[in-house]
């Protein structure tokens, strides 16, 4: 079947550090990618996509590369802060209704 | 873009109650969702509703839940008789168009059966 497999957390960071968060999928086709996050008392929010191999998503200072070769899609960002505090999720479909999710990483930036 | 809405924001229950879940996203979304999370791990998809009727379900969707639109606004999901297994952060999420940058979540309500 499809699933998501991400970094577990927490993972606690400095402002201004630099922030991945690894993500690898098994998918029967190609799937597009996703990064969710979740802010405090928030719902989930697309934050960044890609929809085929070697595409780069890229939102607020985010990044991930769809990567067929490893069937991942890692998550970066250069320099954090404070509000990058958040649950972000990395998931995939295959048929552009049906989500299937990893656990979520749980990122907390330190001023 | 409009936020959907999710009520309560936490329930406790006791075990074998019924309990509903109320998400209101708006009445031109014609794609809807639940999907829930078990503390700690992966987000799970429960059901889609597409035109008013099931149209996808998981295997955790059994006989003990059920979605409705009762007012042509509220999407609402109901557990008749809880376990402690369904303990879980549950989302609702609807669809304006057929493609995943498409959804909106609600903020989730965190069920606890004790």
């Known amino acids: 079947g499809n699933s998501v497999t991400q970094m577990e957390g927490p993972v606690t960071l400095s402002e201004e550090a630099f922030l991945t968060i690894n993500c690898t999928y098994t998918a029967t086709g190609y799937p597009s990618l996703f990064w969710y996050v979740q802010y405090p008392g928030e719902g989930l929010q697309l934050l960044l996509k890609?929809?085929?191999?070697?595409d780069k998503g890229s939102n607020k200072g985010f990044e991930a590369t769809y990567r067929k070769e490893t069937t991942s899609f890692h998550l970066e960002k250069g320099s954090v802060q404070v509000s990058d505090s958040a649950v972000y999720f990395c998931a995939l479909t295959l048929n552009d209704y049906k989500l299937s999710f990893g656990a979520g990483t749980t990122v907390t930036v330190r001023a | 873009e409009p936020e959907v809405t999710q009520t309560p924001s936490h329930q406790v229950t006791q075990m074998g109650q019924e309990v509903i879940l109320r998400c209101v996203p708006i009445?031109?979304?014609?794609?809807f969702y639940w999907y829930r999370q078990i503390l700690g791990q992966k987000v799970e998809f429960l059901v889609s509703?597409?035109?008013?009727?099931?149209?996808?379900k998981s295997e955790i969707f059994d006989d003990q839940f059920s979605v409705e639109r009762p007012d042509g606004s509220n999407f609402t999901l109901k557990i008749r008789s809880t376990k402690l297994e369904d303990s879980a952060m549950y989302f609702c999420?609807?669809?304006?168009?057929?493609?995943?940058?498409?959804?909106?979540f609600g903020s989730g309500t965190r069920l606890t059966v004790v």
């Open positions: 999420a609807r669809q304006i168009n057929r493609g995943a940058d498409g959804y909106t």
């Open positions: 509703f597409y035109n008013n009727e099931i149209s996808e």
């Open positions: 009445s031109n979304h014609l794609y």
């Open positions: 890609a929809t085929k191999a070697d």
